[in-house]
């Protein structure tokens, strides 16, 4: 049974940093796409990074380049998401997903992933 548990948000001031870590188990993370979504209240579900199975190609939606970073330890089955220079409009539920998907994870959308964590609180605020 696919499992992941995300922790590491909270409360954190513009400009600040924080990790994100989704735990994976049931699967092995190399043979998935996995990525984070975000939804922030009264927004839809966004896609903000991935990564591709296999070789790990990854994405980032165009307002987080720069200032976020994902990665995936494959020996602890884990995801990361490393958030530096956070600003208020990155506060969101934040969500990891994964799904088998044969091609690279930038193609697909949200509805396409069908394995979700519960989700963690993310707040930027002074």
């Known amino acids: 049974q696919v499992q992941l548990v995300e922790s590491g948000g909270g409360l954190v001031q513009p400009g600040g940093s924080l990790t994100l870590s989704c735990a994976a188990s049931?699967?092995?993370?190399?043979?998935?796409?996995i990525g984070w979504f975000r939804q922030a209240p009264g927004k839809e579900r966004e896609r903000g990074s991935c990564i591709s199975s296999g070789y790990g190609s990854t994405y980032y939606i165009d307002s987080v380049k720069g200032r976020f970073t994902i990665s995936r330890d494959n020996a602890k089955n884990t995801l990361y998401l490393q958030m530096n220079s956070l600003k208020p409009e990155d506060t969101a539920v934040y969500y990891c997903?994964?799904?088998?998907?044969?091609?690279?994870?930038?193609?697909?959308?949200?509805?396409?992933?069908?394995?979700w964590g519960q989700g963690t609180q993310v707040t930027v605020s002074s």
């Open positions: 997903a994964a799904e088998r998907l044969a091609l690279s994870c930038w193609l697909y959308g949200v509805h396409e992933f069908g394995n």
């Open positions: 049931g699967f092995t993370l190399g043979g998935y796409a």
